[in-house]
């Protein structure tokens, strides 16, 4: 059994997981309907434009910070988070039962798309409840976040703006690693932790071995955990009146000078910056006017609402209440994720905030079409907003032109990033091989950090000495019957095995230290290939450790193409060359010159392939007089044109890109 104790070990700084669930999957399909691309686009407007709404009969001063509670839920990917959000908004009135869409607070077409939640939202709902023997009105705050890792900086935020969480568990499925992650992100803020066993429902489900790991893995009453199914409603009745009981209320001092902590924003074409806030002390009133703490601007409050669940105007926010803010701040450099806002006239010590963001993957991002990239940074820039754990700093590429270098919390963040930029923002991108920052020394003695890895020269002035390569702490549970595949597995990917051990009779948990770029490429989809899909995976950051790294050219026509450089480990560089290789040959269309394509280390060349040169050109066939044939021909090389990159000489399609990163 693993005790509270050893797990309480792992507490991170920060952490990161995988999810295996089927869902999952679906984030590599790129396809989609556009009558529901449409419709979805226009939900998406729906909440995220201006529909602002006004509701006279809410009357926020009716609460006090005694009457509100702030919690999350929380869980291990697809365990029914979402769906668990709905119905405790249709039981308190807050949407109507049957109306909407399932998952209703999952608003953005990538998530729909892909059936995960990447973003956190709030909605406020109100409860009356019998409490200390009268009918009592309640304001609570409910918070559905994500369950994917990548995103655990949208669940951190969250959760600062919470007293409690709901712990879902899947009643078949049981603890997954995320769940674990998660618990200790509740734990380690000292939430009150409501453990709620769903999917009661399902044939498959056995809620009392679900009791025993709560109690085994994490000391949780067996007797404290609710029992639901949020798909027929049973047991959902007892789910608000735990949350009314069990959670406390808001801290916070209604007579202090107002202090509130910025927890996200996100930007509407009318309103400008749209600030999710918690108010932890004071009160804010619509025409006040506040100030940040971290760039000391001031700022008139244009509007303030709670979310119900869309945008309510309420002119107030008390001690205690989560809501909006509209103050006419235009771009993220204002909106600071964790920053303090207070009255302008108060002097105030600001807020904790919140620990800063660490980007385990990198990748260019640059416009399909070169001279796009104004067009590109506005869509970044208004993007950024909505998603403040994306690092940007400009960079150029020699293939590519102008582009931005974007930091992701893993390869899954990085995808939907893209995709929310190609969706939201109409924005084409090309995006280069994502790498992980390596540390490389020279027999000068000086360092670099390599974030981009065209910036390592392939032959340098002094000789690489050292080279530095991050690590992460790697937790796997899986059912016992695959430990044996899994140690091949982390074995191959240069792990260390850390711990075995059993977390009830059927499942064991193993803990490696893994390279991370062994486990940012498909490392995932390997593993639930082997597992057949039960395995659950989650990571945290450890430390950099000493490895024997190259970088990888690759040339076309001998020239080299830095977006499409990459660092390997030298064990690996022949494999990895050869699958570049042959991956951009089947991508490369024939032209009308031979094209050589070849991986090399330095100056030696590791894999080389040709494409061979096209005979006839594409009118060839149109004699003379076919003009409209002709025309079409035209445009549709023209239209193909569009989504190629001239690189040199030769055309390359977009598709190339995106196949390279795929896994290398
Ligand atoms: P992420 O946002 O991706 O982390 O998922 P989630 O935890 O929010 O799960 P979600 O609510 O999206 O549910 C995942 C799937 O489980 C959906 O297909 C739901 O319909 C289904 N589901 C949710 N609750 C129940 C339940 O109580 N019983 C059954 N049988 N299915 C459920």
């Known amino acids: 059994m693993v005790s509270l104790y050893r797990l309480s070990k792992l507490r991170r700084s920060q952490r990161f997981s995988f999810n295996l669930s089927s869902s999952y999957r679906e984030i590599d399909g790129f396809g989609s309907t ?48 979402s769906t668990l959000a709905d119905r405790l908004l249709e039981l308190t009135g807050t949407i109507r039962k049957g109306h909407g869409q399932p998952q209703y607070l999952d608003k953005l077409q990538v998530e729909r798309e892909r059936g995960i939640t990447v973003k956190a939202q709030t909605a406020t709902m109100f409860h009356q409840h019998n409490y200390l023997g009268s009918n009592t009105n309640f304001l609570l705050n409910l918070i559905d976040t994500p369950g994917h890792v990548d995103f655990s900086y949208e669940v951190s935020r969250s959760l600062a703006a919470c007293q409690g969480v709901l712990l879902v568990v899947d009643a078949a499925q049981g603890v997954q690693a995320q769940t674990v992650a998660n618990f200790y992100l509740a734990f380690e803020a000292n939430l009150a932790i409501i453990p709620v066993i769903n999917k009661i429902d399902q044939p498959t489900a056995d809620p009392d071995r679900v009791k025993e790991q709560l109690k085994s893995i994490f000391d949780l009453d067996p007797n404290d955990a609710l029992l639901t199914s949020a798909k027929t409603g049973q047991g959902l009745d007892q789910v608000l009146p735990a949350v009314v009981e069990r959670i406390p209320p808001p801290p916070g001092n209604s007579s202090s000078p107002l202090r509130m902590l910025l927890l996200d924003s996100y930007y509407d074409e009318y309103k400008g910056v749209i600030c999710h806030v918690a108010v932890a002390d004071g009160a804010l009133r619509k025409g006040e006017k506040i100030s940040s703490a971290a760039t000391n601007q001031s700022y008139e409050v244009l509007d303030v609402g709670i979310m119900h669940p869309e945008l309510t105007q309420t002119g107030v926010l008390l001690t205690g209440q989560v809501g909006y803010v509209v103050t006419g701040m235009r771009s993220t450099k204002e909106a600071r994720v964790g920053d303090t806002l207070f009255h302008t006239r108060s002097i105030i010590e600001p807020l904790p905030g919140f620990k800063p963001v660490k980007h385990m993957v990198f990748s260019g991002l640059y416009p399909a079409d070169g001279s796009d990239f104004e067009s590109l940074s506005h869509a970044i820039e208004r993007l950024t907003c909505n998603d403040a754990s994306v690092s940007v700093t400009k960079e150029s590429s020699t293939a590519l032109g102008m582009g931005y270098r974007c930091g992701f919390l893993g390869l899954l963040h990085m995808d939907v990033f893209h995709q929310r930029l190609e969706q939201e923002h109409e924005a084409h991108v090309i995006s280069t091989v994502p790498t992980v920052p390596y540390i490389f020394e020279f027999s000068d003695e000086s360092k670099i950090h390599i974030q981009n890895p065209a910036m390592l020269p392939s032959n340098p002035k002094h000789r690489v000495t050292t080279c530095w390569e991050p690590t992460v702490i790697a937790t796997i549970i899986i059912p016992s019957e695959y430990v044996g595949s899994i140690i091949t597995l982390c074995s191959e990917r240069r792990g260390e095995q850390l711990e075995y051990s059993f977390i009830d009779s059927q ?30 995976f989650d990571y945290e950051e450890a430390d950099y450790q000493i490895s024997d790294l190259v970088k990888l050219d690759i040339l076309l026509n001998g020239q080299p193409v830095d977006a499409m450089a990459t660092i390997v480990h030298r064990s690996k560089a022949q494999r990895v060359g050869r699958e570049l290789v042959d991956k951009l040959k089947k991508f490369i269309d024939r032209q009308m010159f031979e094209i050589t394509i070849q991986a090399a280390i330095g100056s030696k060349v590791i894999a080389r392939e040709t494409v061979s040169a096209m005979r006839k050109n594409v009118l060839a066939k149109c004699y003379g007089g076919d003009v409209t044939r002709k025309k079409k021909l035209l445009e549709k090389q023209k239209e193909g044109k569009k989504r190629m990159k001239r690189i040199g000489s030769v055309d390359i399609p977009q598709e190339a890109f995106r196949e390279l990163l795929k896994g290398s």
């Not at 009969?57 to 009716?62: E, V």
């Not at 064991?508 to 230290?513: P, S, W």
Request: aromatic share 14%; glycine share 4%.
């Open 34 to 81: 556009s009558h529901l691309n449409s419709f979805l686009c226009w939900t998406q407007r729906a909440f995220y434009g201006s529909h602002f709404r006004e509701d006279p009969s809410i009357d926020l001063s009716q609460y006090p910070s005694d009457r509100i509670r702030n919690f999350s839920i929380i869980a291990h990917v697809d365990h029914g988070k």
């Open 507 to 536: 499942r064991a948990l193993m803990k490696y230290r893994l390279p991370l770029r062994e486990i940012v490429v498909d490392f995932y989809n390997e593993l639930k290939s082997i597992t057949s899909g039960y395995a659950s």
